[in-house]
């Protein structure tokens, strides 16, 4: 069983910037895709971003141009450089590992959270 562990939150004012980091227990170089959600008080769970195990992007469309993800296998670590944050970035956020083992069986494990707080 992957455990990933988040990184990284807390609070900073618009504008401002942070660098969520999730490290993983297992190489996550064979990972189909990692990404980053995040869920709002009263939101449901929203897909922040993600990076395949090719090196593809993607971002919702309010983060384009904001947020950038990265995967370095050799830290077994994913990380999310989160710039010009809004009041409404703010969320508990979640590191995802997810697809299917060359078994056929699907895998989909998830960190415990970050809180992330916008706010002057």
């Known amino acids: 069983q992957v455990r990933l562990v988040e990184s990284g939150g807390g609070l900073v004012q618009p504008g401002g910037s942070l660098t969520l980091s999730c490290v993983s227990s297992?190489?996550?170089?064979?990972?189909?895709?990692m990404a980053w959600y995040r869920h709002a008080p009263g939101k449901q769970r929203e897909l922040v971003a993600d990076?395949?195990?090719?090196?593809?992007?993607f971002y919702t469309d309010s983060v384009k141009g904001r947020f950038t993800i990265v995967k370095d296998n050799d830290k077994n670590t994913l990380f999310l450089q989160m710039d010009n944050l809004k009041p409404e970035d703010t969320a508990v956020y979640y590191c995802?590992?997810?697809?299917?083992?060359?078994?056929?069986?699907?895998?989909?494990?998830w960190g415990q959270g970050t809180q992330v707080t916008v706010s002057v």
């Open positions: 995802n590992g997810a697809g299917v083992n060359p078994g056929g069986w699907k895998y989909d494990y």
């Open positions: 297992e190489s996550i170089f064979g990972l189909q895709t």
């Open positions: 990076i395949t195990r090719g090196g593809s992007t």
